[in-house]
């Protein structure tokens, strides 16, 4: 709760969407089969996966345009960030492994470690999904959010590439029950 009040401060919009999501994550995560200690787990680490965001500069994260390759490579490392401010908890190790692996992508083009499929753990992977869907339907300083069918298509598109197809098949179900 702390911590993520401490996003709050730092980004209004990135504790908002953390919140947004939360929810989503731990109705995914459950209609996934995942137990009730880890649907825990990866509520916890939805409202924390952006913590690592403390650590980017503010001319990053509030840039209005694209970002340049050298920015990229200074964003990428959020996860990494944050995945340390969480290891020295010890109630939240298990988060921090999420929070670390929450851009990795099911065909291996993600990071940090590029992993693959179900090498990354399911937590992580509902969250690529979730998070995704959050960003796109969520209006940025650089870009305007897709509507709710828009983001839909884009996860339909994206599934089996970047996305586990069989958490984007929960998660529109989920979303055209809920969402639309």
């Known amino acids: 709760s702390a911590l993520n009040r401490a996003l709050d401060a730092r980004d209004i919009s990135t504790g908002d969407h ?26 916890r680490a939805s409202l924390l996966h952006d913590i690592g965001k403390i650590g980017i500069p503010d001319k ?38 999420l929070v670390l692996l929450h851009h990795e992508r099911y065909d291996g083009s993600g990071y940090p470690f590029g992993l693959k499929g179900d090498k990354i753990p399911l937590g ?3 969250l ?8 796109m339907t969520t ?9 709710v069918g828009e983001a839909l298509n884009e996860l339909d598109r994206c599934s ?13 179900t989920l979303a055209t029950t809920y969402l639309v």
């Open 18 to 43: 953390s919140r947004q999501i939360a929810n989503l994550t731990e109705q995914v995560a459950m209609r996934m089969g995942a137990d009730f200690r880890q649907v825990h787990v990866i509520r």
């Open 60 to 97: 990053i994260l509030q840039k209005p345009g694209p970002l340049d390759d050298h920015e990229w490579r200074i964003m990428r490392q959020h996860p990494e960030i944050g995945s340390r401010i969480l290891q020295n908890s010890k109630t939240l190790k298990d988060v921090a492994e």
């Open 128 to 135: 690529g999904v979730v998070d995704s869907f959050g960003a």
């Open 160 to 172: 089996g590439t970047l996305y586990d197809p069989k958490i984007v098949s929960v998660f529109k």
């Open 124 to 126: 992580a992977r509902i």
């Open 139 to 147: 209006n940025r300083i650089y870009r305007k959010a897709r509507s």
